[in-house]
Every structure is written in structure tokens, then in C-alpha cells.
Nanobody, 115 residues
């Protein structure tokens, strides 16, 4: 079993930045594939970014060049640095871990981009 706790969400003005964190319980974090997803009201949850155990990353087209996913295996934590935020980035952001074929989700953190 893996427990994930997200933090770092909040209200930010357009053009601003936020850094989300996702702390994972358990051992062997270094083998987990990790991802950030988001869900806006009335829309399906969609992939934002993911990072493999080896550090390879990929991003949704809508966030390329603005968001950066990273991981610190010593702290069992994955991050999402979000820059140049836009109102359309407003959503609940979820962290997902994939460990040995099983998916685990965090509870989500709200990000609101508004002036």
C-alpha cells in the first residue's frame, strides 16, 4: 500500500508560479513511476506530467515549457513546478504512483489561477 499526500496548491494570479509536492509513504520509492494529473470542473482527469523511475519525463502539450516535474528519491517526494500559470490551469491536481503495476492516488490539491 502507498499513501500519497499532496501540498502546495492555492490561489495565484495569471503569470504566477506554484510548486506542488507529493510525499509518498512506504519503501522502494525509487522504483515508482510518478505522475501529476488534473481535473477541472465538468472535465475528465487528464495527465499533466509524469516521471519514470529512471528520471525520464513527458508532459501534456498544454504545459510544455511552463511546468517541470522532478523527484527526490531521498525524500520520497515528487514535485511539479508550475510557471507562467494561466486561468485554464485551474483544477484539482492529483499525484499518482505506479508501483509494480498498481496505481495509487493522492487526495488532490486545488490550484486556482485568477486575478
Amino acid at each position: 500500500q502507498v499513501q500519497l499526500v499532496e501540498s502546495g496548491g492555492g490561489l495565484v494570479q495569471p503569470g504566477g508560479s506554484l510548486r506542488l509536492s507529493c510525499a509518498a509513504s512506504g519503501t522502494m520509492f525509487n522504483i515508482y513511476a510518478m505522475g501529476w494529473y488534473r481535473q477541472a470542473p465538468g472535465k475528465q482527469r487528464q495527465l499533466v506530467a509524469r516521471i519514470t523511475s529512471g528520471g525520464s519525463t513527458n508532459y501534456a502539450d498544454s504545459v510544455k515549457g511552463r511546468f517541470t516535474i522532478s523527484r527526490d528519491n531521498a525524500k520520497n517526494t515528487v514535485y511539479l513546478q508550475m510557471n507562467s500559470l494561466k486561468p485554464e490551469d485551474t483544477a484539482v491536481y492529483y499525484c499518482k504512483a505506479n508501483k509494480l503495476g498498481a496505481d495509487y492516488w493522492g487526495q488532490g490539491t486545488q490550484v486556482t489561477v485568477s486575478s
